[in-house]
């Protein structure tokens, strides 16, 4: 039965399936939750501050969007390996927490949100990032909730680079684990598909409680 194949292949140490489970939450969770901070107050200062500085800024966060994500990873891996970080959740986590798509996301949503809120919190005495958290924030749960879903999901799908830098086998992800039933021998398929089950059900999860937050807050962007 599927019940039975499930908990088979998850109380299989050879297999590695349930510490991989565990480092793609890990990566996935602190990734999304670093991304928002970051991303969010990126976008709202871009969205705020319309100065020179701030559209050549803006310019060239929209342009690294057509700078292929292969281009970077050699010297950004040769950075995390000076840094030793090869084999470490830094090295998996802190290269890839800014998202220049979230930032644009974020940017977008902030530009049409009411300035009659900031400015009454200004005249009550509101600094900026008393505005941002208190105010802003608050308002803004459509676009978080888009750009965690996206963020997290993206995170949890990631190959390439954790393929790169978990070189232990106890850092290595949900899917380069399940890559790894594919060889030149031949293809594991029951314990590929049954991983692959188990391995989209925490994504599953996070798009059905969010879908609709995620629609309002690609709307809330302006994006189509």
Do not use: C, H, K
């Amino acid at each position: 039965t599927l019940f039975r194949s499930v908990t088979a292949v998850l109380g299989d140490p050879s297999l590695g399936i349930l510490p991989a489970l565990i480092t793609s939450l890990v990566v996935s969770t602190v990734q999304t939750a670093a991304t928002l901070v970051i991303s969010l107050m990126a976008g709202y200062a871009l969205a705020r501050w319309s100065t020179a500085a701030s559209r050549i800024i803006l310019g060239m966060t929209v342009f690294t969007l057509m700078v292929p994500a292969m281009v970077t990873f050699i010297p950004t891996f040769v950075m995390v390996s000076s840094l030793g970080w090869i084999s470490t959740y830094r090295g998996l986590i802190v290269p890839v927490v800014f998202s220049a798509f979230a930032t644009f996301l974020f940017r977008q949503g902030f530009v049409d949100f009411p300035q009659e809120l900031e400015e009454a919190a200004a005249l009550d005495g509101a600094n900026t990032w008393t505005t941002l958290w208190r105010i802003v924030v608050p308002n803004a749960g459509s676009s978080i909730a888009a750009v965690g879903t996206i963020t997290f999901i993206g995170a949890w799908n990631a190959f390439l680079w954790p393929l790169l830098i978990a070189q232990d086998p106890q850092l290595r992800t949900i899917q380069v684990v399940l890559s790894q039933f594919m060889t030149s021998q031949g293809t594991r398929y029951p314990e590929m598909f049954t991983g692959a089950l188990i391995g989209i059900i925490p994504v599953l999860l996070v798009f059905l409680f969010l879908q609709r937050w995620l629609v309002q807050g690609v709307e809330a962007s302006g994006l189509r």
